[in-house]
């Protein structure tokens, strides 16, 4: 396959989300909410290869963004598939998706109260037995100690920007409450101190 089709099949997709579709996680058969997920810059693949994927976004020109790119790649798309709609109130019934997809949203909450609005409203969408994809900012590369801690979880990174950090505490609290398990080792990768962004495959308990 030429650079050019390749581009156009996988779009802008977060490298460790094709990780996970190359290692089999995702099927047709599922119902695969990304939550925040902008202009579909996620959903680009799952388009073209006619899986079933939804996704909402607080930011109405991202949805409406979303659409087009749906529409384009399937004519018959079903455009409501994508809804504007916050984190924390998804319109979405409990256990409606068989995966969930959370790409450099959650570390944008503004306490810990908050992050666990947005993940409850996540972990009550997603049914027993699902699959959720989690990457955002976390602690590793000794982040807390070189960021000036702003009060309820967030930090101000040494790249400027303001963000809430998952630590091994937040880990530990976030696993047990939302009855969830590691499906690999969770990793993080360090961009030459200035942050350091992780990625957690992980599937809530039957």
Known sequence: MEIRELNNLLGNIDIY???QILKGRFDKEMKILDAGC????????????????FGTDANPTAIQMSRIYAKTIQPDYDIHRFQMASIEDMPF??????????????HFA???PHFHQMMGE????LRPGGFFFLRMCT?????RGKSPHLGDGVY???DGSERFLWTPELEEEVMKKYQLE????PKSVVVHGLRAMGVFVMQKKE
């Not at 902008?38 to 994927?53: D, K, M």
């Not at 602690?139 to 982040?143: A, E, K, L, R, V």
């Open 110 to 112: 503004k306490s810990i």
């Open 17 to 19: 989300l094709l990780d």
């Open 139 to 143: 602690d590793q590369g000794n982040m």
């Open 182 to 185: 590691h499906l690999e080792p």
């Open 93 to 106: 019934h409990a256990g409606a998706f068989d995966a969930l997809i959370s790409s450099a949203v959650l």
């Open 156 to 158: 101000l990174l040494p």
């Open 38 to 53: 902008g202009e579909g810059r996620n959903c680009i693949y799952f388009l073209h290869q006619g899986y079933q994927i």
């Open 122 to 125: 996540m972990m009550r969408i």
